[in-house]
């Protein structure tokens, strides 16, 4: 197989609560192949955003990376230091964040912030960038992009904005795309489109996408392979979007699927997961999800799960695996 462009090993984040040192990531694990789009799914807290920043090299005061490594195109992140780092986020990786208003420089034209960075990464001529800035705004469904270039974000709607940022973060030509619910902020027509906008993209740039969000929804449209994250820590991982949608292992993927809206699924039947997700604070021994897993037994509350092989490029963390009659043939009398 050829190198991944993106692989997580063993990643373990830390990060600092009341003095106290509490680990936040607990060995995260997964790669990415050139041009696979892959979805990190979980509910809140469940470690999605500091995945995303420790990859970027950008974790919040009093997170650090405890052990673990990080490789893009075959290079450690970690071990080459920061400066590596620094040069791969302009180039190699861009990140998109869930609220434009935060990445968006308040006072200046969205236009400049456009042609700044590919001025800084391309070479380019100011004239050239201004003319490659009205491409990705076009690229990205701005319509009349030589006058909004000159607009500041305040004079957008949310849905332009989170536009402007996505071709301010794409100027790069990027290899590796990370997003953090980048349509969460967005009304539901829009965020339609947006991710509309993310598929195009996809095929014009050939970029690999790590696409976070709590939405599983979401991410079978988009995605080709599913990470699924609880606490921290890997629950469920797949090469096949597909496979795990029709047959999770993990009970908490099945819960998570039960709780999503299907197309093609009976109406009426979503099931909200009882309880509530553990901060860092209060996590359990065992696996995080026991004491709301169905198919909890004693077992599960004691030591460490280790990540079960169902298939190729798939593994469950779990001593119950579900899903189990899906493996016989299916009715014997069709
Ligand atoms: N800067 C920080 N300081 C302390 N705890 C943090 C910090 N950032 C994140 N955490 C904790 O780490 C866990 C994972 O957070 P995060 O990655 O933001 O989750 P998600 O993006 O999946 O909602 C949460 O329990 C959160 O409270
Ligand atoms: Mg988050």
């Known amino acids: 197989m050829s190198t991944p462009l993106l692989s997580v090993e063993d990643l373990t984040v830390s990060v600092e609560v009341g003095g106290k040192r509490l680990t936040a990531l607990d060995?995260?694990?997964?790669?990415?192949?050139?041009?696979?789009?892959?979805?990190?799914?979980?509910?809140?807290?469940?470690?999605?955003?500091?995945?995303?920043?420790?990859?970027?090299?950008?974790?919040?005061?009093?997170?650090?990376?405890?052990?673990?490594?990080?490789?893009?195109?075959?290079?450690d992140l970690l071990a080459d230091g920061a400066d590596y780092q620094r040069q791969v986020r302009g180039t190699g990786i861009t990140m998109i964040f869930q609220e434009p208003g935060v990445a968006l420089n308040p006072v200046m034209r969205?236009?400049?912030?456009?042609?700044?960075?590919?001025?800084?990464?391309?070479?380019?001529?100011?004239?050239?960038?201004?003319?490659y800035a009205i491409h990705l705004m076009e690229l990205v469904g701005i319509r009349d992009a030589a006058t909004r270039l000159n607009a500041y974000p305040f004079q957008l709607s949310g849905g332009l904005r989170q536009r402007v940022m996505i071709a301010a973060g794409v100027a790069c030509s990027p290899k590796l795309i990370l997003c953090d619910e980048p349509t969460t902020a967005l009304d539901v027509?829009?965020?339609?489109?947006?991710?509309?906008?993310?598929?195009?993209?996809?095929?014009?740039?050939?970029?690999?996408?790590?696409?976070?969000?709590?939405?599983?929804?979401?991410?079978?449209?988009?995605?080709?392979?599913?990470?699924?994250?609880?606490?921290?820590?890997?629950?469920?991982?797949?090469?096949?979007?597909?496979?795990?949608?029709?047959?999770?292992?993990?009970?908490?993927?099945?819960?998570?699927?039960?709780a999503t809206p299907r197309i093609e699924g009976p109406v009426g039947r979503l099931r909200a997961i009882p309880g509530m997700a553990p901060s860092v604070v209060d996590r359990p021994e065992g696996c995080p999800f026991s004491p709301r897993c169905a198919y909890a037994t004693h077992d599960c509350r004691v030591g460490d799960i280790p990540q079960l092989n169902v298939g190729a490029e798939w593994t469950a963390a779990c001593l119950h695996p579900v899903s189990q009659m899906s493996l016989e043939p299916k009715a014997a009398n069709a």
């Open 27 to 75: 060995g995260i694990s997964f790669s990415l192949q050139e041009g696979e789009a892959r979805g990190l799914v979980g509910e809140s807290g469940s470690g999605k955003s500091l995945t995303l920043r420790a990859i970027m090299g950008l974790l919040p005061a009093g997170a650090r990376v405890d052990s673990g490594a990080i490789f893009f195109e075959g290079r």
């Open 110 to 131: 969205v236009g400049e912030q456009i042609y700044d960075s590919l001025m800084q990464h391309r070479n380019l001529s100011k004239k050239e960038a201004r003319e």
């Open 189 to 258: 027509t829009v965020q339609a489109q947006i991710l509309g906008l993310f598929a195009n993209l996809r095929d014009e740039l050939d970029a690999g996408l790590l696409y976070v969000t709590h939405d599983l929804a979401v991410v079978a449209q988009m995605c080709d392979s599913l990470t699924v994250l609880y606490s921290g820590k890997v629950m469920e991982s797949a090469g096949s979007m597909r496979s795990v949608f029709a047959t999770p292992r993990h009970p908490y993927t099945e819960a998570l699927l039960d």
